[in-house]
């Protein structure tokens, strides 16, 4: 597997090796050893699917308690994605990550515990994987407003993106619960 730097040094984007023919092709998505020799000692308890329309952008969540790290991909279309650092006690706090992930590029992205996550559909729809290191806490669920100035994401879209009311009503930075 290909570790390819992101504008955070935490936030890593990997590129496993791809094994095709005429018959279509395969890969490995997971292998706990494979992924602890890069740095990635993360025991996931939960996987989640969802599907989004071109134009939808979902984020920028994290917990506040119980913080997932995530192991993120795209197994249909394409996705514009985003992780802010929100550890005040790191040297990046406030550090934002984006890159593109594709069905057809079949790259991955780890977000670590500490990170606010989100993604905006950029094909005609996409389906998102992923798996986390904690338990959906719907009671501990922070937005991020994804249009933060202070965060100066420069998001591929045309015209506003379709939201939902949670992500409308996400807080600026200077705003936010961050982490210690």
């Known amino acids: 597997m290909q570790v390819i730097a992101t504008q955070h040094p935490e936030v890593l984007l990997l590129r496993p090796k791809v094994f095709g023919d005429a018959r279509g092709f395969f890969f490995e998505s997971y292998n706990r050893k494979a992924f602890t020799e890069i740095g990635i000692d993360a025991e996931f308890v939960q996987d989640n699917h969802s599907r989004s329309a071109k134009g939808v952008l979902r984020g920028l969540h994290?917990?506040?308690?119980?913080?997932?790290?995530?192991?993120?991909?795209?197994?249909?279309?394409?996705?514009?994605?985003?992780?802010?650092?929100?550890?005040?006690?790191?040297?990046n706090f406030g550090r934002v990550a984006t890159f593109r992930l594709s069905a057809e590029a079949h790259d991955m992205a780890w977000i670590p515990p500490g990170f606010a996550h989100g993604f905006l559909v950029l094909s005609e729809h996409a389906e998102f994987v992923y798996k986390t290191t904690d338990y959906y806490a719907p009671q501990f669920e922070r937005c991020l407003l994804w249009s933060d100035p202070a965060l100066a994401i420069d998001w591929p879209q045309d015209g506003a993106p379709l939201l939902s009311g949670k992500d409308q009503a996400g807080l600026p930075l200077a705003e936010c619960e961050v982490f210690a």
């Open 62 to 91: 994290y917990q506040i308690s119980q913080p997932q790290g995530k192991l993120v991909r795209v197994v249909a279309g394409e996705v514009f994605d985003v992780a802010v650092d929100l550890r005040r006690s790191s040297p």
